[in-house]
Structures are given as C-alpha cells and as structure tokens.
Antibody, heavy 117, light 105 residues
C-alpha cells in the first residue's frame, strides 16, 4: 500500500526558505505525478506545484516565483522549496500523488509549518 | 479555473439528503473530483471524474454533472459524514473549491 510521509522543520523564520521532503513507501516515485498542497488553519486547500514522471514542472501561478519542486528518484522522495516566506505561508503542507489528469488518490498525513520569528 | 462551491455551510438532520454544488469558471469536462476532509485528517477521495465511484466509499455518496456545473449528493446523511467537502478540477492546472462544511443537527 502506497504511503507518503512529509518531513521538515516545523518552524521557519520570515524571509527564509521552507524546505519539505515527501518520502514514498510501498511504491515507486516513477510513473506518477507528485504534488504539494497546503491548507492554512481553518481554510481551504491550495495546490502549490507538481512534478511529472519526466521531470516537467507545473506551479501555481501566484507562487511560481517562489516555489521549486524536485525529485530524488534514488531515494524515492520529492521535495518542496518555498522561498522568502511570510506569516501567510503558515499552513499544513501535504504531499499527494496523482495519475495524470486524475484526482489525488494518495495523501501524506500533512505537516504543520509555522512561519514566525 | 476558479471553482465556486455552495453552500459554504449546511446543517443537516441524519438521514436527510445533502446536495453540494460546484461551479467552474470554464468547462472542465468531467475532470472534476470530490473529497471529504475530517478535522486533523488528510482529504479522502469520494468521487472521481464527476460521477465515478471510489472503492470503499459508501454508496450514499454520488456525483453528477459535466462542463461547468457539478453536484455531490449524500443520500441519507449519517453522523460520520460530518466533514468538509471540496471539489477539485484536474483539467487545467489544479484548483480546489472553497469547501462546504456539513454539520449534523
């Protein structure tokens, strides 16, 4: 059974870079699309970015200048970098799997990242 | 593509029928999916491609629609269905609706 697990610092200082890793177990990172989705407390879901099996990247237009998604196939994991963070980036961050054009069928449990000095 | 859900909130008696709508700002064909999210949990896929059922999801959940107008129906609400419900389109980029909170009266 496919499992996704987010990991990374729970606290990031304003203007710094948020870095998270999603480790995949029970399946291969190949042949699937991998995304990051976030959810501020009490608010809705916001898709951030995605990487395809061939490495094609797709980002939310409003975050494109600050976001990078990358994959490490040797470690079966992918990462999120969000630069120049502010308090508005405080949220639970989820990683999720998608077969192209399909819904997200597997999600990590989510990790809370707080941006604060 | 902007997805607009309505209502934002619904308080429903058990066994009642619940209807949640999702309107897209442009056609998404049938690339519209529904999720349920309970507090402190990840979203759970309920319906894919507007009307396709998901293994393990109770049959009281159903979806319909195409193009720009979609509906999630819960036939016979149960207490365990209290949750947030989100629509999501995978036609162009990826976006979510704002969510509908379903509360049990």
């Amino acid at each position: 059974q496919l499992q996704l697990q987010e990991s990374g610092p729970g606290l990031v200082r304003p203007s710094e870079t948020l870095s998270l890793t999603c480790t995949i177990s029970g399946g291969s990172i190949n042949n699937n699309y991998w995304s990051w989705v976030r959810q501020p407390a009490g608010k809705g879901l916001e898709w951030l970015g995605r990487i395809s099996p061939s490495g094609i990247l797709l980002y939310h237009p409003s975050l494109e200048s600050r976001v990078t998604v990358s994959v490490d196939t040797s470690q079966n994991r992918f990462t999120l970098e969000l630069r120049s963070v502010t308090a508005a980036d405080t949220a639970v961050y989820y990683c999720a799997r998608q077969v192209y054009g399909s819904p997200f069928d597997s999600w990590g449990q989510g990790t809370l990242v707080t941006v604060s000095s | 593509i902007v997805l607009t859900q309505s209502p934002d909130f619904q308080s429903v008696t058990p066994k009642e029928k619940v209807t949640i709508t999702c309107r897209a700002s442009q056609s998404v064909g049938t690339s519209l999916h529904w999720y349920q999210q309970k507090p402190h949990q990840s979203p759970k896929l309920l319906i894919k491609f507007a009307s396709q059922s998901i293994s393990g999801v109770p049959s009281r959940f159903s979806g319909s629609g195409s193009g720009t107008d979609f509906t999630l129906t819960i036939n016979g609400l149960e207490a365990e269905d209290a949750a947030m419900y989100y629509c999501h389109q995978s036609s162009s980029l990826l976006t979510f609706g704002g969510g509908t909170k379903v509360e049990i009266k």
